[in-house]
């Protein structure tokens, strides 16, 4: 066990996020050994036509926005790093702490039945062992291999 779990500001933001994958969050944040808050799950469509106009994500076919079930069915789970000067833990976009959260995912997506793909890799954790690590690594090989860019999203996680 790792001692962390979900602040109520992270709770908050899993409201309308699938069940399966609240239980996965849930269970990822007892057993990983890098602390993460959520920072979004359910999305608006207006949101999205943002982000997706901003390019921060590459459809409106989102998995964030609520889906036919009436859930949302994507979070993003972000790191929690060093202590700021005030005492305040900052997020951590350095991808050596994402690793160990997806690892975390994995396992609890195992543990609990429910498969789980990450958008670091845009495979489904459940159908693999290979290091977090590897996934990342293999698949920007294959999309440049294929002349392609990769579009890594560490912290997303969506049902599979």
Same mark, same amino acid.
């Given at each position: 066990?790792?001692?962390?779990?979900?602040?109520? =500001?992270?709770?908050?933001?899993?409201? #309308?996020?699938?069940?399966?994958?609240? @239980?996965?969050?849930?269970?990822?944040?007892?057993?990983?050994?890098? $602390?993460?808050?959520?920072?979004?799950?359910?999305?608006?469509?207006?949101?999205?036509?943002?982000?997706?106009?901003?390019?921060?994500?590459?459809?409106?076919?989102?998995?964030?926005?609520?889906?036919?079930?009436?859930?949302?069915?994507?979070?993003?789970?972000?790191? +929690?790093?060093?202590?700021?000067?005030?005492?305040?833990? *900052?997020?951590? +976009?350095?991808?050596?702490?994402?690793?160990?959260?997806? *690892?975390?995912?994995?396992?609890?997506?195992?543990? =609990?039945?429910?498969?789980?793909? +990450? #958008?670091?890799? +845009?495979?489904?954790?459940?159908?693999?062992?290979?290091?977090? *690590?590897?996934?990342?690594? $293999?698949?920007?090989?294959?999309?440049?291999?294929?002349?392609? @860019?990769?579009?890594?999203?560490?912290?997303?996680?969506?049902?599979?």
């Amino acid at each position: 066990m790792s001692g962390y779990q979900l602040g109520k =500001t992270s709770l908050a933001k899993l409201q #309308g996020v699938h069940p399966n994958l609240v @239980k996965v969050i849930q269970r990822a944040i007892e057993i990983t050994g890098q $602390d993460f808050g959520v920072n979004e799950g359910l999305r608006t469509v207006e949101r999205q036509k943002r982000l997706f106009a901003a390019g921060a994500s590459k459809t409106m076919n989102s998995k964030h926005i609520k889906q036919a079930d009436g859930y949302g069915h994507a979070a993003d789970l972000i790191p +929690w790093g060093d202590f700021d000067g005030n005492g305040t833990k *900052e997020i951590s +976009w350095a991808w050596a702490h994402f690793y160990p959260i997806a *690892e975390a995912v994995r396992l609890a997506a195992k543990e =609990t039945g429910v498969r789980v793909r +990450w #958008g670091g890799c +845009w495979q489904t954790l459940n159908d693999t062992d290979k290091p977090a *690590e590897v996934l990342v690594a $293999d698949y920007v090989a294959a999309r440049r291999a294929e002349g392609k @860019k990769a579009f890594i999203d560490g912290p997303h996680f969506e049902l599979a």
